[in-house]
């Protein structure tokens, strides 16, 4: 989301200080939920966050933009002041051509309201809990160009479709707050089903190893034997090829062990392996394997991951077939359970996990219900085709271990395609869950230097899955 540059002066350079503590102290501060100086001080920390400050001059309405309104949502009065107020102040930060804004959805069978938190709008999730729908603050051209919305829900989505074709993302600003109560309506939150994929095109599966081991269920495992056994046992689609790099660390016994136990679970000519021995490079060697791969999909694949749904990989094929989509990640949870991985959020410059440790019943509404756009998953495990693969030539070599996948992921938002989670595609993970968030990769001065302006300066907030709407989100 584009952010309107700060002026500069000593206000500015303190601003970013000030913002980091805040992210570090406001989880801190849970501990003290529902005392009054502790939430007033949390309020705070959190309106330092761009996009949820005010201004600190009046706002005034512009001529040029309208606030329009479902007629179906029974808005009242009070609540109409305060959205014209708030999203016109979004939209002159952002100079924004549209505005739209997160919302309340009563939950009548668990009586409460859940907070709707909705990224740009998104026609893939219009399907999904109704999440294409809501006020949303326009310039006046694009109502004049397109026409007003049909006033039944029903009839929308076609329009929405022809606003998100006149607006390019960058003029789409969102406020990530709930601003608004929705109106009561049926919501789906069973978790998501596996989509089923069209034919069975070769999937080539990229596995690096360094050949390490890990305490599972109480006993030192190989990652690697551990990770394709399970992949081999539980996945039901078998039209794969393993293509498996390392660099050096594999014993030439545990090579011939792995690829027959490939050649028995899938058949002759589905095994292949590649060795560098180059100084290590997490980009250098998945672009090795790739070009040895000879499948249409590639699938990138940590040995550190265990497969838990047997559709897994079909589910997350089906989704990269669609018109229009170009890499597909998935869910993966640490063994304990909580979430390692539900989306990629890029705040303020610094790509991040936005919901790992949390509990999956902490995720926001119908996170798992539905297939959702983000701007970048985790290579641990995503999928996309071999022509996407070679159109954008891999991974970059000068982001050697981190934010390589970011960065791909990005670029292919660039190429107009969109990334996408997979909610049906679980997975373990077993990255440590005890490490270090906070630990800051060399590679982010890089990252920042390439994406700084596209991605809205040191100030952007992610429209997608942004660190602070968890940080924000009432505890359950």
């Known amino acids: ?4 540059p700060q002026a500069a002066g000593w206000w500015t350079k303190c601003k970013q200080p000030r913002r980091v503590a805040a992210e570090r102290l406001v989880p801190k501060l849970e501990r003290w939920r529902g005392q009054a100086w502790a939430d007033g001080l949390r309020r705070w920390l ?3 966050q761009p996009g949820l400050a005010p201004l ?3 706002s005034r309405e512009s001529g040029n933009y309208q606030l329009w309104l479902p007629p179906d949502w029974g808005i009242p009065p009070g609540q109409q002041r305060r959205l014209r107020h708030l999203l016109s102040q979004r939209q002159r930060r952002s100079n924004a051509r549209v505005v739209s804004c997160d919302d309340w959805v009563p939950l009548p069978s668990q009586g409460r309201w859940g907070w709707r938190q909705k990224g740009q709008l998104d026609p893939l999730l219009d399907g999904a809990l109704g999440e294409g ?3 949303l603050w326009l310039e006046r051209s694009l109502l004049e160009a397109l026409g007003p919305p049909p006033p039944r829900a029903a009839a929308r989505a076609p329009w929405r479709a022809q606003l998100l074709a006149a607006v390019c993302p960058g003029a789409w600003a969102h406020v990530a707050r709930p601003l608004v109560n929705a109106p009561a309506q049926p919501l789906a939150l069973a978790p998501a089903q596996p989509a089923v994929p069209l034919g069975e095109p070769l999937v080539s599966v990229l596995i690096p190893s360094g050949g390490f081991h890990k305490t599972i269920q109480g006993r030192s495992t190989l990652l690697l034997r551990h990770c394709l056994g399970q992949l081999l046992q539980r996945s039901r689609y078998r ?3 393993i293509v498996l790099i390392d660099g050096g660390e594999l014993s030439a016994e545990l090579l011939a062990e792995l690829e027959a136990l490939t050649g028995t679970a899938l058949g002759p000519g589905r095994w292949r392996h590649e060795r560098d021995q180059r100084p290590y490079s997490y980009s250098l060697r998945l672009n090795q394997a ?16 265990e497969l838990l749904e047997s559709q897994a990989i079909g589910s997350m094929l089906a989704l990269a077939q669609r018109p229009g989509v170009g890499v597909v990640g998935a869910l993966l949870l640490y063994p304990d359970g909580r979430v390692q991985h539900a989306g990629v959020a890029i705040d303020n410059l610094a790509p991040r996990h936005g919901w790992a440790g949390c509990a999956p019943e902490r995720l926001p509404l119908g996170l798992l219900a539905a297939p959702r756009q983000f701007q970048a998953v985790t290579a641990a495990v995503c999928l996309c085709s071999a022509a996407l693969w070679r159109q954008l030539g891999g991974l970059r070599l000068d982001l050697p271990v981190n934010y390589g996948d970011v960065d791909f992921c990005l670029r292919a938002r660039q190429a107009g395609q969109v990334v996408l989670l997979d909610p049906a595609s679980r997975w373990l993970h077993f990255e440590s869950a005890s490490r270090s968030l906070d630990a800051v990769p060399p ?3 890089h990252f920042q230097e390439l994406w700084g302006a596209s991605l809205g300066g040191p100030w952007g907030v992610d429209p997608y899955g942004s660190r602070w709407r968890e940080l924000l989100a009432p505890k359950r």
């Open 1 to 4: 989301m584009n952010e309107r």
């Open 46 to 48: 959190i309106g330092l």
């Open 56 to 58: 600190r001059c009046p």
């Open 133 to 135: 729908d809501g006020p």
């Open 239 to 241: 039209q794969l090829e």
């Open 290 to 305: 790739a070009a040895a791969a000879r499948g249409d999909w590639l699938l990138q694949l940590n040995d550190d991951t």
């Open 443 to 445: 590679e982010l001065a």
